[in-house]
């Protein structure tokens, strides 16, 4: 069977463990979004903050130029939106702007490719213009493949019993299920 992994976040996320959730004085689970963006809004000088939140917008290219200080770098400008050359969202460098990519494991190196971010070679089969070759994007990724299913255990004296989820892995459990 598996070996329980008591932090699937460490060093191998490999193996048998308990979720692990952030969960807040009410109960619920803490999202990424509840967590830092929404406590942006509780207080009434949300607009001191000069945020915009589009929803339902997909950012599909960052657009850069050539750094004027650096001739040999390119910053980025701003981001287009579903696609449309109409819709763009400019950076002012007056305020020190910034572009944030939370996309993920997936989608972070999917939006810089198709900026033209990422490996030279690979941006050419495709015809995707080329931003800055950094051969690093979009390899040596890792599905996070997990199988949670949820077990309740009526009798009290099984819920935390030693070797439930410690010793014999998934395969364990069914069989304690089943007699």
């Known amino acids: 069977g598996y070996k329980y992994n008591d932090d699937y976040n460490g060093v191998s996320p490999d193996g048998v463990s308990y979720t692990q959730y952030n969960i807040d004085e009410n109960g619920r689970r803490s999202t990424s979004f509840r967590s830092f963006v929404a406590t942006l809004f509780e207080n009434k000088k949300a607009n001191n903050y000069n945020i915009d939140i589009l929803p339902n917008a997909q950012v599909t290219k960052i657009l850069c130029k050539d750094d004027s200080m650096n001739e040999n770098k390119q910053i980025a400008y701003g ?3 579903n696609n449309d050359s109409s819709q763009r969202i400019y950076i002012s460098e007056g305020n020190q702007g910034e572009i944030i990519i939370s996309g993920g494991a997936i989608g972070t190196p999917h939006l810089l490719l198709l900026s033209g971010i990422g490996d030279a070679d690979e941006l050419q089969k495709h015809n995707i213009p080329i931003t800055v070759n ?3 994007v979009g390899q040596n990724l890792r599905d996070h493949v997990m199988q949670a299913f949820r077990v309740v255990f009526r ?7 030693p070797g439930i989820i410690h010793e014999g892995g998934p395969i364990h459990i069914l069989n304690i299920l089943k007699n």
């Open 134 to 136: 950094v051969p690093g």
């Open 79 to 81: 981001v287009e939106i």
């Open 155 to 161: 009798n009290p004296q099984l819920r935390n019993a």
